[in-house]
């Protein structure tokens, strides 16, 4: 069977009751749009690898630079993107900022995506 085939129905017939019920379930235009941006943000190894870093401990720019082997100013724009999707949160002591994971749902998701891959 070519792959074409399997794709397209043998005869035309909609089942109302499916169609219904993934209709009433599907979530509005905007929040697919959120939330496709929010996964576009895993989509970067370097904010995966930040993201990594601070699920072990909060840490500043010049500490997660050093791990990464990247420059501070690489690291200090991966985390304002990571800010603005509340993916990260940070605190300040003096003149040092420290970041860290905004909530457990990070840590799950990355987790997730791991076993997902590892299958």
């Known amino acids: 069977m070519e792959h074409n085939e399997i794709d397209k129905c043998e005869f035309m017939h909609i089942h109302d009751d499916v169609v219904d019920k993934v209709n009433e379930s599907m979530p509005d235009e905007e929040s697919l749009y959120d939330l496709a941006d929010f996964f576009k ?28 082997n990247a420059s501070q100013s690489a690291i200090s724009h991966q985390l304002r993107l990571l800010k603005q999707m509340k993916l990260v949160k940070f605190r300040r002591d003096g003149k040092t900022i420290f970041y860290s994971l905004s ?11 791991m076993e997902h891959i590892g299958e």
């Open 41 to 68: 943000v895993f989509a970067d190894s370097t904010r995966i690898k930040i993201l990594y870093a601070l699920l072990q401990t909060e840490m500043c720019v010049c500490d997660i630079a050093n791990v990464l």
């Open 103 to 113: 909530d457990n749902h990070i840590e799950t998701i990355l987790n997730q995506g």
